[in-house]
């Protein structure tokens, strides 16, 4: 098994799913804006 060539994968993937994260995380925050923003207007 060759760790040096799994890592860079590895590492690739991981950001990744912080690009992912990040983006729920962006969109659950523009779903709450836009709901506050429809309730108080």
Known sequence: MNLSRLFPVSLLAASVWHRLALAAV???LLW???GWA???A
């Open 32 to 34: 709450l804006a836009v």
């Open 26 to 28: 962006a969109a659950v």
């Open 38 to 40: 429809l309730e108080s």
